[in-house]
């Protein structure tokens, strides 16, 4: 079994000199392997692959035709690196529009908006923080979690505790949440 061929200075050569014929043989050497590297190491859809491929093939030869290729014994590799390229464009690209139908139709209210920003990882660290207070401490600020509106005085009438009380005690019970997520999300 032969040794697939690394170096294509042939066709930068063929290209620049017009060889069509040299060039097409190259090329039809050239183009599946291309497609395949995409297909095998960045499991794109054949199709995909074809396409990203056939992109920055035509990339590579507007290259070649301005004789921006310093050292044309690389031009594999450069043809690898541009069809990756391409294809992480064309991925992202794809991703960009990806939308489920379902979503598109349903409207939320701002309160499960808000609900939906917050993701699960900082979910469970808050959550671990909130465990780590005392019980006391972790009523109290569950009550403003569990009521985001209360006012200080809807507080002061649940807790016993005077305004500047229940304003002192929610201040320090979340600058010891805020340094609590901070040193679990860092770890």
Not at 101 to 123: C, G, H, I, S
Request: charged letters at 35%; hydrophobic letters at 35%.
């Amino acid at each position: 079994m032969s040794n697939p061929r690394v170096d294509y200075s042939e066709l930068v050569d063929a290209l620049q000199n017009g060889d069509e014929v040299k060039a097409g043989d190259l090329i039809e050497e050239l183009v599946p392997r291309l497609v395949d590297y995409l297909v095998v190491v960045m499991n794109a859809g054949r199709s995909a692959a074809e396409e990203c491929v056939q992109q920055a093939f035509l990339d590579v030869f507007e290259q070649i035709r301005k004789d921006n290729i310093n050292d044309s014994k690389y031009i594999f590799s450069y043809f690898i690196k541009a069809s990756r390229h391409e294809y992480l464009r064309y991925a992202k690209r794809e991703h960009k529009f990806k939308y489920e139908e379902e979503a598109l139709n349903v409207l939320y209210e701002p309160e499960q908006q808000m609900t939906n920003l917050l993701d699960k990882e900082r979910q469970r660290i808050l959550a671990e923080c909130l465990e780590e207070l005392q019980d006391k401490s972790k009523r109290f600020i569950e009550y403003f979690i569990d009521k985001p509106d209360a006012t200080t005085e809807e507080a002061q009438e649940e807790f016993g505790l005077s305004s500047a009380n229940v304003r002192t005690r929610k201040s320090r019970i979340i600058s010891r949440l805020h340094h609590c997520y901070k040193r679990k999300s860092n770890e």
